[in-house]
């Protein structure tokens, strides 16, 4: 064991620098504001005679470590100690680890197992797992993974904690499949697997929508008898909503609940969401209904997903009704509330609603971001109010909002349908020079407004750009660059395209083949619109 201390101490001192790390600790006690009672109590224990024993101390320390953002107050405590002639044993040690882990200053926590083992401490395995969990809550995962591996070569030990930690972080980094052979490495060897580490890679595997293999999984710790959680369940249900798979996303719902497992806000939301994604907002009306059975209160984040449910199927005053009443309830909304509802007045061309609501949510202290503004700048510029709309990009300007690609777009939109489209084109070259760059969804609206502003060529000509600077012009680009050929009855340059299009690897869509069938049509041009209308049948366009 003497060797194995004897190393660490040489690793501990060789993985972090000790020359800067023993600074005064500067920040004085008044500056914090923690629990009044523990600092009390804390300061009546040290100017007892006898000094209690360090351990009421580390109670203390403890208590205050486990509270957020009172790890600099334990530090500072832990220095009034020492001052005071109480010397720390190896608990008192592991909470200063902890606390610097959380601060971010590793190298702290490294001279703390430094100075474990040289007064004569043993670090125990809550020592190791908080190095680990500093490590890897600080993105050092590789670090952390030289660390157990050095560690365990060395004859000590880590527990379920540590090796969770580990798991979690490799996860954090996108490498679930090693977080797997992780799992394989330790079980029946180590440490006794648990629904913590199975459920950190299943959550991984679901966002990453690997959702067979999370499924594997799951069914692998049912078989082994870890009991899944709440946790579990939730991942698994977010897993299956994202890649559209409803119903085996409700089916675990049910089996959880067969399970005694109890859903909590957060699993009835991601249904919610998910149901109102698909437009079923009766279903997740449903289960407001059912979690409001078992006791489960909704919050502001489910109210979210129904106001935006109501919206995509175009009951705005519906979602307005759940505003008021969960305001009445005691249920605050935020930003995205108010966003949901400003957007969803804007889309159905309710501007003067959704500007009432704008001015509500600045009244009631809630800043508008730049979603907010983005929703009624495109509301404002669809119902013709331009100079509204450039009033309030001012107004963002002036508040610290900076306007984004989105912003501009809208208002290019705008000059383009209102024929002002070299203003839109001057827009453009202004916001390219202030570093803003326009997006596909920008130059599709500007060669769109190009073609039917009569200036087809110079629409083509950036079209003949922007595919030589190798932009992703997608399905919709070339639908408007062929509309615009057949406008001009330019029937050859339309078929062109359409070859090339598929030749970049852009697949036809019905709008593709309709655009040129009624041109060809229209100027008689039968044999050709016949011979494209087969072509569009055999695709299964049609």
């Not at 500093?134 to 030289?146: P, R």
């Given at each position: 064991m003497w060797f194995a201390r004897s190393r660490l101490i040489s690793y501990s001192n060789s993985l972090f620098s000790f020359h800067f790390l023993f600074k005064p600790f500067s920040h004085s006690l008044h500056q914090f504001t923690p629990n009044h009672d523990a600092l009390s109590t804390f300061h009546s224990l040290l100017h007892m005679h006898p000094t209690p024993s360090i351990i009421q101390f580390n109670k203390i320390l403890g208590f205050l470590?486990?509270?957020?953002?009172?790890?600099?107050?334990?530090?500072s405590l832990s220095h009034q100690l020492e001052f005071n002639g109480i010397t720390p044993n190896i608990v008192t040690l592991n909470i200063l680890i902890n606390c610097y882990s959380h601060l971010g200053q590793l190298n702290f926590a490294f001279s703390t197992l430094g100075k474990i083992l040289k007064l004569g401490y043993e670090p125990t395995t809550?020592?190791?797992?908080?190095?680990?969990?500093?490590?890897?809550?600080?993105?050092?995962?590789?670090?952390?993974?030289?660390?157990?591996?050095?560690v365990v070569a060395h004859g000590l030990h880590f527990d379920k904690f540590g090796y969770a930690s580990l798991i979690n972080g490799l996860c954090k980094m996108g490498e679930t499949r090693v977080a797997v052979q992780m799992l394989r490495k330790i079980e029946g060897k180590l440490v006794r697997l648990n629904e913590v580490m199975y459920s950190t890679i299943i959550d991984s595997f679901c966002k990453d929508k690997c959702v067979d293999d999370a499924y594997e999984l799951y069914c692998e710790m049912i078989a082994k008898r870890i009991s899944p959680d709440v946790v579990t369940f939730s991942s698994l249900i977010y897993g299956f909503c994202i890649v559209g798979q409803l119903k085996k996303a409700s089916s675990f719902l049910k089996e959880m609940v067969l399970k005694n497992i109890y859903p909590d806000v957060?699993?009835?939301?991601?249904?919610?969401?998910?149901?109102?994604?698909?437009?079923?907002?009766?279903?997740?009306?449903?289960?407001?209904?059912?979690?409001?059975?078992?006791?489960?209160?909704?919050?502001?984040?489910?109210?979210?997903?129904?106001m935006d449910g109501y919206c995509l199927v175009n009951e705005v005053n519906k979602a307005e009704h759940m505003l008021r009443t969960i305001s009445r309830m005691g249920?605050?909304?935020?930003?995205?509330?108010?966003?949901?509802?400003?957007?969803?007045?804007?889309?159905?061309?309710?501007?003067?609603?959704?500007?009432?609501?704008?001015?509500?949510?600045?009244?009631?202290?809630?800043?508008?971001n730049t979603v907010t503004y983005n929703s009624l700048i495109d509301g404002l510029c669809k119902s013709g109010r331009i100079s509204h709309a450039w009033k309030l990009v001012d107004e963002m300007h002036d508040k610290g909002q900076p306007a984004d690609i989105f912003t501009y777009s809208s208002l290019i939109d705008a000059l383009c349908k209102n024929h002002l489209v070299d203003k839109a084109?001057?827009?453009?070259?202004?916001?390219?020079?202030?570093?803003?760059?326009?997006?596909?969804?920008?130059?599709?609206?500007?060669?769109?407004?190009?073609?039917?502003?009569?200036?087809?060529?110079?629409?083509?000509?950036?079209?003949?750009?922007?595919?030589?600077?190798?932009?992703?012009?997608?399905?919709?680009?070339?639908?408007?660059?062929?509309?615009?050929?057949?406008?001009?009855?330019?029937?050859?340059?339309?078929e062109a395209l359409l070859s090339k299009m598929e030749d970049n690897g852009i697949i036809p869509n019905a709008v593709t083949y309709e655009t040129i069938i009624r041109a060809l049509f229209r100027k008689d041009e039968n044999e050709k619109a016949v011979k494209l209308l087969r072509e569009m049948i055999a695709r299964g366009l049609l």
């Open positions: 470590a486990k509270t957020k953002n009172h790890y600099t107050t334990v530090i809550v020592t190791l797992n908080t190095l680990v969990n500093g490590l890897c809550l600080n993105g050092k995962v590789s670090e952390a993974l030289h660390f157990h591996d050095y957060y699993t009835f939301t991601i249904l919610v969401d998910a149901l109102c994604k698909e437009g079923n907002v009766k279903e997740a009306k449903n289960l407001l209904v059912v979690m409001m059975k078992e006791g489960v209160i909704p919050n502001i984040v489910f109210y979210n997903s129904l249920v605050t909304p935020n930003v995205r509330s108010y966003n949901i509802m400003i957007n969803g007045f804007c889309k159905m061309k309710m501007v003067n609603e959704a500007l009432s609501l704008f001015n509500e949510m600045c009244c009631k202290g809630i800043t508008p084109i001057a827009l453009v070259k202004r916001i390219k020079d202030h570093g803003i760059l326009p997006n596909m969804c920008t130059y599709n609206i500007l060669i769109d407004g190009l073609c039917k502003g009569g200036q087809l060529k110079n629409a083509h000509n950036i079209f003949k750009d922007l595919l030589t600077k190798g932009y992703g012009l997608d399905v919709q680009t070339y639908n408007i660059m062929i509309n615009g050929f057949c406008k001009e009855g330019l029937f050859d340059e339309s």
